[in-house]
Structure formats: structure tokens, C-alpha cells
């Protein structure tokens, strides 16, 4: 599958299987968020991989989006330092680790972190230094046998492109 497909077949994955999911795998998943695009090569970012069912469980407790996180196999907390482009670098390393999950068969779903009132309470529970900002919790997981991966709908190409400027015609 291409590059294009993998991001068109991407789902935001909520609930998973019990089969595991490799370190292999999530190495794998690290080296492509770490290819990500990032402002004046600054590199901002810091991956945590939470694979303890205890840590998990704690981290789907305290975010209030992310209560399948406790299902996952694993969760990949991204962090960067507190720099000028730090969540375009941080949002840019997120969707590769998406779309690098997706091209192994591996489910996830981005949870937010920039500015949600939880950050601090999961940065105390990662020992994370203060200097370094939530950007994203990723769940990682095989899907759920029940899961409905098809293809879902988004607008049409005609209604969200524009040539030259903004037209609404």
C-alpha cells in the first residue's frame, strides 16, 4: 500500500484487541516521528512509550478524552521543549506516528495535550521536566475484531479546494 493509501484508510482507532504490540513496532513508529518536519531543524521532540497496564489505566483516568487508553497496548506520549514552533513540530511528529501505526496494522488514536487542563497531572505522572510541553497521547493497539475500519466520509475535494484565493462559489 502507498503512502496515500495508508493515510486515506487511517482510522482513529478506540478500541483494541488483546494482541500486543511489538517494541519493534513502536521503534519503528519513533523512527518515523522522528523524520518529521520541524522549524530551523530544531527537533523539539521527546517520545514516552507507556506500555504498563497500571500506567495506562492512570493515564486514561486523568485524560478526559482518552478513557480507551486503559484498552491500549501501549501510548506514546509526545513531548517537545518549549520552543517558538514546538506544536507545529509536535503535531507534525503525531501524524507520522498515525500514519507509521497505520501502515503496520496497528490502531491509534491521537488525544489532545497542548493546553488541556490535565497536561500538568500526566507530565507529574511521566516525570517529564517543566520545560517540555504535552502535545499529544497517542494510543497504540491491535483493532478490536468489532471495529469498523471503512472508509470514512469526508467532504469532497470540490468543496475544500481553492485555486488563486478564497471562493465560496
Known sequence: MNCIEIIKKRRSVRKYSGVPVTR????????????APTARGVQPWEFIVVTNTDILKKIAEIAE???????????IAVYCRDTKYYLEDGCAATENILVAAASL???SCWVAGDKKPYTSEISVLLKVPSEYKLISLISLGRPSKDFDLSVAKKRALKDVIHWEWFNTA
Open 65 to 75: 478524552y482518552g478513557k480507551f487508553i486503559a484498552q491500549a497496548k501501549a501510548c
Open 24 to 35: 519493534e513496532e513502536i521503534e519503528s513508529i519513533i523512527e518515523a516521528a522522528r523524520y
Open 105 to 107: 496494522g496497528i490502531g
